[in-house]
């Protein structure tokens, strides 16, 4: 078997957080770096309270890491791996790649 159940539970719950069209848009803008809610909400171009709802829901099944620093937090891709993951996705159901 490729996943025990706990295995197949755990992926399942990221992959259901990163499914949502503004969350891989979120992903994407932050790719390899460390930045701030103000910078991604400034990116994405919705309300931050949108912004906020989405990060909590990726920070919240292990996708997503933050930091705070004074007033500002700032978040990141929790395993660069993932970056791998939606790269092969988008060549494989979108046709493109790097």
């Known amino acids: 078997m490729l996943f025990n159940d706990d295995q197949?539970?755990?992926?399942?719950?990221?992959?259901?957080?990163?499914?949502?069209?503004?969350?891989?848009?979120?992903?994407?803008?932050?790719g390899d770096q460390e930045v701030s809610v103000q910078d991604i909400v400034d990116k994405v171009g919705t309300s931050q309270s949108n912004i906020s709802q989405h990060l909590a829901i990726m920070r919240d099944k292990g996708v997503l890491r933050t930091r705070k620093d004074a007033n500002r937090v700032y978040y990141r891709v929790g395993d660069?791996?993932?970056?791998?993951?939606?790269?092969?996705?988008?060549?494989?159901?979108?046709?493109?790649?790097?």
């Open 80 to 98: 660069i791996r993932t970056l791998e993951v939606l790269k092969m996705m988008r060549e494989v159901f979108c046709g493109f790649s790097d």
């Open 8 to 30: 197949i539970e755990q992926t399942s719950r990221a992959m259901k957080a990163m499914s949502h069209p503004l969350r891989l848009k979120i992903i994407s803008v932050l």
